[in-house]
Structure formats: C-alpha cells, structure tokens
C-alpha cells in the first residue's frame, strides 16, 4: 500500500485512530442504510420481501494461517472470503460485514489497517461493503473475525435440509485444492508443481456467490451448502439435515491436475484431498435428475463455472458410501473436525 494511504498511521496500533481512517476511507452508504461506521451500532432498514442471512467466521494465527504464508492485507481478504463463502451457501447476497480484530500490542498501525483494507477490498468486490467493528487487544495471537449480514429473496432461500432420494449431488469447481496449497505453504521451498496456483486456491479462496445466485433463481436446487471442511464431512452434514443416504463416484470427483501431481508426490491419494482436505470454499449443492444438464449449462453461462455430478441422494436407511473408480464400495471417510484428534 502507498504512503499517502498509510499517513498518519505509522507507529504501534491505536484504536480510535485506526477508526477514524476507516471511517475516511470506507464510510459509504448503500440501499437501505441509515449509519454504518462511526456509531455505537449501524442502522439499516430492511428490504421488503427479503429474508435477512448473518453469519461469523474467525482465523486465528497459527491454526487457520501463519504469518510466513501471507502478508496482512492477503489475510484479509482470506477472512473476508470465508464469509463470504456462507453467504452464497444459502443462495443469499451479502450485504454488510463487521470486523473484529483481536491483536497483540506489538502490532503496528500499518498491519492493522491493511487487514481491515483487505477485508473492506474483497466485500467491496462483491457490493458489500464494512459497516462497523470493534478492534482488542490480545496477549496471545492474533484473531480476525468477521461478521456478515446479507440478504436473499424469502422463496429462494437454500438450506442443508431439502434433498430428497433420487437427486443427484453436483459441486462446482475442483476439489482438493486448497488442502494441496497449504502443502505447499507448509514447505515452501520445496519444488512443487503448479505451486503459484495451488497456493492461491488457499490463501484466496473464490466465494461463489454468483453461482449460487443462480442455482438460487433457478428454482431446482433442493439443498446447498458450502464445502469448508472437505466433501466427506459436509455431504455428511447435508444428509444429517435432509434425514438421507448418500453415495458418492470416487472417479467422479473433479481433481485438478496440480492437485493430483502433487498428491502422488506425496505418496497420498488424490481422492482423499478431494474428501478430507477442506477449506475449498465451493458449492455442494442437490438437484432432481431431469435438472441436471440445465444446471450445469446456466452454471456455465452464466457464472463461468462447472458444476459436475458426484453421486446421488438415496434413502436414509442406505447410509453414506464411497464407490471406487474400480467399483468397490468404501465406508464413508470422517471429514476435518475442528476441535478432533
């Protein structure tokens, strides 16, 4: 970032300083808002005919990240992303974040402002914009939460519990990307192939918010949700909420070629990142078969992603279960618990 951006903002952080250049750069206005940085609280009013969506994630240093593999500006974005990620989930636009930094007094005005500038950048992109926050001091590391609200029209809203025995299960993009970047970043100076591009599918996660826009208007989707913690553990979360079985075509599952090279320098299978590896940040989503080809044709035109067939939805009884490319049928694999082993 430029100096004439950072002036005024060199030493250690401080807070109500750090406001107020938020406040000079990113204080604008959108549909329906009466106060937004500045205040005790932002004020809005809602919009008719629309269900409000208000969703919280958090990355905190050495768990979701580590401060050799990006810059603060890059970990704002990446924050902001992750967000975002939960508000296409349900078919919904995002609308308005509010950020919360928790950080060590040792922290300059400079790292502060251009994590806050990342966020503000990457919600900006998708017509959202910051509207408030709070900033703490920490003893241990450091935490950057946001907190998103966004909007979706009440008859397309899209949830985990509307899939139905006889849909298929369809993802957008590549699986698996994301758990190979952070490969990748983990030992960096490792000569990996197609490096640059799996490391930006971690730390740059791309939220899919005008793809669910359209399986929202289209009216086909019967439930969706957002691939954080890998196809094993959300697929699982999605019959859970559905009260169904499922079965998945491991040689279906969409692999990038870097990914796959990758893995078998590893020794580890490329289907197993698909599964277990998380944080890929795309669509998961259930349709009825008859829908499929035209789902992936507007998907295509219209949001400039593929979308391709995994599985199918089956009766509750079936259970979950991974076949083979050879045919075999394999237990369903536990996917990435937060607080596990």
Not at 117 to 142: C, K, Y
Not at 223 to 248: N, T
Request: hydrophobic share 45%; charged share 25%.
């Amino acid at each position: 970032m430029g100096r004439r951006t950072l002036s005024g903002l060199s030493g250690p952080w401080r807070e109500f300083s750090l406001i107020a250049a938020l406040q000079r750069r990113f204080a604008s206005a959108g549909p329906g808002d009466c106060l937004g940085l500045g205040d005790d609280a932002a004020a809005y009013r809602p919009r008719r005919g629309r269900l409000e969506l208000v969703t919280c994630d958090a990355l905190v240093e050495n768990i979701h990240w580590k401060s050799r593999w990006c810059g603060p500006r890059a970990l704002g974005i990446r924050a902001a992303a992750v967000n975002l990620s939960d508000i296409a989930a349900m078919g919904g636009e995002p609308e308005r974040g509010f950020l919360i930094l928790a950080l060590p007094r040792a922290s300059t005005q400079a790292f502060a402002w251009e994590i806050a500038a990342g966020v503000a950048s990457e919600l900006r992109r998708f017509r959202a914009r910051l509207a408030g926050g709070d900033t703490v001091a920490s003893a241990g590391p450091v935490m950057v939460a946001l907190a998103l609200q966004g909007t979706v029209p009440g008859r397309q809203l899209l949830t985990r519990s509307g899939a139905r025995p006889g849909d298929r299960i369809l993802v957008t993009g590549f699986l698996g990307d994301a758990a190979a970047g952070r490969r990748v970043l983990d030992a960096p100076a490792r000569a990996w192939p197609g490096k640059k591009y799996l490391r930006g599918r971690f730390l740059r996660p791309q939220p899919r918010i005008r793809a669910a826009r359209v399986l929202a208007q289209s009216g086909w989707v019967s439930a969706m949700l957002d691939l954080s913690d890998g196809l094993a553990g959300d697929l699982r979360r999605l019959a859970q909420a559905s009260g169904v079985g499922a079965r998945v075509e491991g040689g279906r599952l969409p692999i990038s070629a870097p990914a796959r090279v990758l893995a078998q320098r590893l020794r580890v299978p490329a289907e197993d990142l698909a599964l277990r590896g998380g944080e890929d940040y795309e669509l998961l989503f259930t349709a009825p078969a008859r829908r499929i080809r035209e789902l992936q044709s507007l998907l295509a035109r219209r949001a400039r992603i593929r979308a391709t067939e995994v599985g199918e939805i089956l009766p509750l009884a079936a259970g979950l279960c991974l076949r083979t490319a050879d045919g075999r049928r394999r237990p369903w694999p536990q996917g990435w618990e937060h607080h596990g082993a």
